[in-house]
């Protein structure tokens, strides 16, 4: 709830606390009220693992962990987990932890990083005439994480692929902007976090790539983009990659759960983070209650627990699990595909949401 995730944690958090409040005014479940208990690691997994030890050690250990908001965080806790065999739900994005052999206990209800750079590749490769795609990031080990992943799809696609890497502490990508210009691509994928997001809007226009049709990774378009152009001319041609409750979901189609998380933040206060960080952690609570309710009469433990996520009925919410719940004894993160995500130019918000024009869904 402090330091480097403190935003999003936050956030996170009242998203949790309104699904406790929404599930326990429909009875509980299972005849049980829920209980959340939030304990703040500072963004600090030395200090997560801690915290969550004295919990599981304690004398009422918990039945559910929801294990921090990052990979950091779930890499420090998943071997307690493993352990005290207590299943942990949390959102963590790194293929290592996606091992049930290893990590039994650990589920995430974000997709795995590369899976999502994958689905945004094979959404270009739809597009007629594409023939090369230049891949910009940051030369670091978070951006390069996408590259051999993003290379193999396109590969597969018959499509070519040159990769420019920026350094994250420069002032200017221009230079890397110009190098990837200088191929010649057709499309252009690029992706930064926080600071580098206005950077490389600015360095695409200056290298006069503005004309070309470009898809914004889904780290960058995690947060509003129109906060980080000079100008409508910097989202020109841009399409950002948005998740579940990423893109404006219209009043119609909006099922009992989300407009009932949208009453239940606006009580809380305004919002002060992209809506589906805050649905994420209401995600954490939605799971839980689905794997309790798919106990089918054996006890809560966290082996029941474990198998029942596993096996979980198909959703008939139109939001929620934000990810359709494909957990199996392979897998315990959810899998996607293209149409989960929405690609389009950013011209808005409402409820958090992104308003996009040219949208389409993969």
């Known amino acids: 709830m402090t330091g480097d995730l403190e935003a999003a944690a936050v956030a996170v958090n009242r998203g949790a606390e309104a699904a406790v409040d929404y599930f326990n005014s429909q009875g509980g479940v299972n005849g049980h009220k829920l209980v ?95 023939k090369k795609v230049a891949l910009i990031t940051s030369n ?59 950077i490389m809007l600015s360095s695409r226009v200056k290298a006069n790539l503005g004309s070309v049709p470009t898809v914004i990774g889904n780290v960058a378009s995690s947060g509003s983009l129109l906060t980080y152009a000079k100008g409508t001319n910097e989202l020109a041609n841009t399409y950002a990659t948005l998740g579940p409750m990423g893109a404006v979901v219209p009043a119609a189609k909006q099922g009992p759960e989300f407009k009932a998380m949208l009453g239940l933040l606006d009580k809380q206060g305004p919002l002060v983070a992209p809506l589906f960080v805050y649905a994420t952690g209401w995600d954490y609570i939605n799971y839980f209650v689905m794997g309790v309710k798919n106990l089918n009469g054996k006890s809560l433990t966290g082996p029941n627990l474990a198998t029942a996520l596993e096996n979980l009925p198909t959703s008939t919410d139109p939001q929620f699990p934000m990810y359709r719940p494909t957990f199996t004894a392979q897998t315990h993160n959810p899998q996607t595909q293209p149409s989960d995500f929405t690609f389009g130019t950013e011209v808005g918000t409402q409820d958090g949401m992104i308003a996009l024009k040219t949208a389409y869904q993969g």
């Open 140 to 198: 670091d080990a978070l951006g390069q994480a996408d590259i051999p992943t993003l290379q193999a799809t396109l590969k597969a696609k018959g499509i070519s692929s040159v990769v420019e890497l920026f350094d994250p502490t420069a002032t200017d990508y221009t230079s890397t902007f110009q190098a990837a210009a200088a191929a010649k691509p057709d499309w252009v994928w690029m992706d930064g976090a926080g600071a580098e997001v206005p």
């Open 36 to 130: 959340l208990t939030t304990d703040n690691d500072q963004s600090n997994p030395t200090t997560a693992a801690s915290l969550l030890l004295s919990a599981l050690s304690g004398s009422s250990p918990p039945d559910d962990v929801i294990p921090g908001i990052s990979s950091n965080e779930g890499l420090a806790m998943a071997p307690l987990l493993t352990r005290y065999k207590v299943v942990g739900l949390g959102s963590a994005s790194d293929a290592s932890l996606d091992n049930p052999a290893k990590y039994p206990y650990f589920f995430s209800q974000s997709t795995l990083a590369n899976t999502v750079t994958a689905d945004g590749a094979t959404w270009i490769a739809t597009h007629p005439g594409v």
